[in-house]
């Protein structure tokens, strides 16, 4: 259990509907799809939607393989996960991505689909990464703006996720859990929570992750990411980074277990976007998360 978590929490999660998915699920990506192929007993998985190709119409939607409509031909539900859409940018989201997230979701029958709070561009330029919004009413107002417009051309739900940043700006005026429950009250959106981001931002604000829990909208969680990350050993400031590249810290699945004991983890799955062990380690690593969630392993 994590620290302090025997300790009274000021905001118990509640149930307010059942999760479009649930059980242990995992990432897929073209390194791994042998492995995710030979997995049995995955309740869900996850594509990154950028990585699908809907150039065709009529066609099965197409990866690096054909490894994501494996899955589905399995029946096994894949939740599109963008990472592009910029749902802060101050611009607006750009139709465009809008109109390829949604295409994912109906070509895969998704459940739901996931994008980030965050912005990617700015005054034309392109971040190529997932950048902070400032925590302030107006960058508040440009986000509702962009979850709705996107929300407008969707059929099922969407989740968003808060990501880990190794900066906070200086005009923020909400704490993070305050800032999220307000965009999900405002939108209707539900909370993809990555508990390896909570964690990684706690620590290197030198905050105790339980108590960032405790502002958290748990209530309204679609589903659970978990990832490894690491101290990198040239960071002066020694940083924890969220890498999806290393093993999942004991840490991290000791708030993950926190997490399922407030009830708010329906649905949980690992990212890993490079330096993929071998199978027996993946196994084990999916192990230990669904230990950590009280789920069933997988096989």
Excluded: K
Aim: charged fraction near 25%; charge should be negative; include cysteine.
């Amino acid at each position: 259990m994590a620290a302090g978590a025997d300790r009274p929490r000021l905001v118990a999660a509640r149930t307010v509907g059942a999760s479009p998915v649930a059980g242990l699920g995992v990432g897929w990506r073209p390194e791994i799809a042998g492995v995710v192929a030979g997995v049995t007993g995955l309740g869900f998985c996850e594509v990154i939607a950028e990585s699908l190709d809907l150039r065709h119409p009529g066609r099965p939607p197409a990866g690096p393989s054909r490894g994501v409509t494996d899955l589905r031909e399995r029946g096994i539900p894949v939740i599109p996960h963008g990472v592009r859409l910029g749902l802060g940018d101050a611009g607006g989201v750009d139709p465009g991505r809008v109109a390829h997230l949604a295409a994912c979701a109906r070509a895969l029958d998704a459940p739901l689909v996931s994008e980030h709070v965050a912005f990617v561009q700015a005054g034309g330029r392109e971040a190529g990464h997932l950048l902070p919004v400032p925590r302030t009413r107006e960058a508040l107002d440009v986000l509702v703006s962009g979850v709705r417009r996107t929300q407008a051309e969707l059929e099922v739900p969407l989740a968003l996720e808060p990501i880990a940043a190794l900066f906070d700006w200086p005009e923020d005026e909400y704490a993070e859990g305050d800032f999220l429950t307000e965009l999900l009250d405002r939108t209707g959106a539900l909370l993809l929570l990555d508990v390896a981001n909570v964690y990684a931002n706690a620590r290197n604000r030198g905050q105790d992750p339980s108590a960032v829990l405790d502002r958290m909208p748990l209530d309204r969680v679609a589903y659970v990411h978990v990832a490894g990350g690491a101290v990198h050993p040239d960071d002066p400031l020694g940083l924890y980074h969220d890498t999806h590249l290393d093993p999942v810290p004991p840490a991290v699945l000791a708030l993950l277990e926190e997490v399922r004991e407030r009830g708010a983890a329906p649905a949980v799955m690992l990212e890993r976007d490079g330096r993929h062990p071998p199978a027996a380690e993946l196994h084990g690593e999916l192990t230990a998360i669904a230990a950590a969630a009280w789920l069933e392993p997988v096989r």
